[in-house]
Nanobody, 111 residues
Framework: QVQLAESGGGLVQFGGSLRLSCAASRPQFRNYAMDWYRQAPERPRVWVARITTAGTADYADSVKGRFTISKDSDGNTAYLQMNNVTFEDTAVYYC?????WGRGTRDTVSA
């Protein structure tokens, strides 16, 4: 079974940028769509963005215009570029494809 692993989280200043990565153990994203979700402290996990096999992207309203989802042509790695971050972007970010989830990477926005 394919495994997903997120990376790139950390501490970022308000208004700054961060890029998250999701690495698959095999070219998952060539054949399947992938999504990013996030879970803020004491909040439910919510959908953030999706990229289809054709490369079409879609975003939650809360991140539209600030976040960009992308993937490598080899289908092994997907990304979430986060720009102009706000305190509401503080969360654990998860990537998922089909029913497979990574363990998440934590992003904290500081003043």
């Amino acid at each position: 079974q394919v495994q997903l692993a997120e990376s790139g989280g950390g501490l970022v200043q308000f208004g700054g940028s961060l890029r998250l990565s999701c690495a698959a153990s095999r070219p998952q994203f060539r054949n399947y769509a992938m999504d990013w979700y996030r879970q803020a402290p004491e909040r439910p996990r919510v959908w953030v963005a999706r990229i289809t096999t054709a490369g079409t992207a879609d975003y939650a309203d809360s991140v539209k215009g600030r976040f960009t989802i992308s993937k490598d042509s080899d289908g092994n790695t997907a990304y979430l570029q986060m720009n102009n971050v706000t305190f509401e972007d503080t969360a654990v970010y998860y990537c998922t494809s089909r029913t497979i989830w990574g363990r998440g990477t934590r992003d904290t926005v500081s003043a």
